[in-house]
T-cell receptor, first 110, second 116 residues
Framework: GIQVEQSPPDLILQEGANSTLRCNFSDSVNNLQWFHQNPWGQLINLFYIPSGTKQNGRLSATTVATERYSLLYISSSQTTDSGVYFC????????????FGRGTSLIVHP | DARVTQTPRHKVTEMGQEVTMRCQPILGHNTVFWYRQTMMQGLELLAYFRNRAPLDDSGMPKDRFSAEMPDATLATLKIQPSEPRDSAVYFCASALVRGDVFQPQHFGDGTRLSIL
């Protein structure tokens, strides 16, 4: 099956800093999603981005499908951005089953 | 906003007891997923339904786990008998899949299960 690797595994920032999270995948994908799991355990869909670039407030994401990676940018980070960020991809086999990476754990200090 | 609803939010029970977790997918979504999250394994897919039919449950231990969708508004995940290693957070997610178009997954808040 498709392999998904996220980096870095852990990230600690001061409030106001910018960061880039990366998701590499081993094969062509039909779909890619970014999720944020907050400290209460809730999984929130951030972006549905199989290709191209999207922006939502201080967050933006870019997927370069031909090079098999996606980036999540967080600008002017806030303490509420803390949590784990997951990338989930669905391969082209038509299974519609997302494969999740292990996540990037982000801590933003005030 | 439409949400996936999971019950119970927390469950503590003794080894050997039956556990039933319930999920109400978002109205109109035709695809339901059950995941288990642990520190060691991360998010694992247990079962997957499309239009109430089970499509993939290869991630689920068949001897003790079962998943069903008795109707379009309810999905259940049962563990019988439960074991301490089943302690985890169980998430349900739903999505609309039409043809080759896959819409984003939406997750419930999870059931935090502790087996003593």
């Amino acid at each position: 099956g498709i392999q998904v690797e996220q980096s870095p595994p852990d990230l600690i920032l001061q409030e106001g800093a910018n960061s880039t999270l990366r998701c590499n995948f081993s094969d062509s994908v039909n779909n890619l999603q970014w999720f944020h799991q907050n400290p209460w355990g809730q999984l929130i869909n951030l972006f549905y981005i199989p290709s191209g670039t999207k922006q939502n407030g201080r967050l933006s994401a870019t997927t370069v499908a031909t090079e098999r990676y996606s980036l999540l940018y967080i600008s002017s980070s806030q303490t509420t951005d803390s949590g784990v960020y997951f990338c989930a991809v669905e391969g082209t086999g038509g299974s519609y089953i997302p494969t999740f990476g292990r996540g990037t754990s982000l801590i933003v200090h005030p | 906003d439409a949400r996936v609803t999971q019950t119970p939010r927390h469950k503590v029970t003794e080894m050997g007891q039956e556990v039933t977790m319930r999920c109400q997918p978002i109205l109109g979504h035709n695809t339901v997923f059950w995941y288990r999250q642990t520190m060691m394994q991360g998010l694992e897919l247990l079962a997957y339904f499309r239009n109430r039919a089970p499509l993939d449950d290869s991630g689920m231990p068949k001897d003790r786990f079962s998943a069903e969708m008795p109707d379009a508004t309810l999905a259940t995940l049962k563990i019988q008998p439960s074991e301490p290693r089943d302690s985890a957070v169980y998430f349900c997610a739903s999505a609309l899949v039409r043809g080759d178009v896959f819409q984003p997954q939406h997750f419930g808040d999870g059931t935090r299960l502790s087996i003593l």
